[in-house]
């Protein structure tokens, strides 16, 4: 594969991989929203925000590895 195709390629994988900061964004939006609406359940939101935050940049990871894979595998 060429070397313009390679970057390409990982360039574009990385691009998907930044749709997940929106996601995050979105997460921790709304739940300090939550928090200000109702302080009683704060620790409750945190930690769930905190795990859907951890599956959300799970696929900024995934897409990242794919791109290095790309770059030095093929």
Do not use: Q
């Not at 594969?1 to 998907?16: Q, S, T």
């Not at 991989?17 to 928090?35: F, Q, V």
């Amino acid at each position: 594969m060429e070397v313009g195709l390679k970057a390409i390629a990982a360039a574009i994988c990385v691009a998907f991989g930044m749709i997940s900061a929106i996601g995050e964004s979105w997460i921790a939006c709304h739940t300090i929203d939550g928090m200000v609406r109702n302080p009683e359940m704060a620790d409750k939101l945190r930690s769930n925000m905190i795990v859907a935050v951890a599956l959300d940049e799970s696929t900024a990871i995934y897409s990242l590895i794919v791109a290095i894979l790309i770059i030095f595998v093929l």
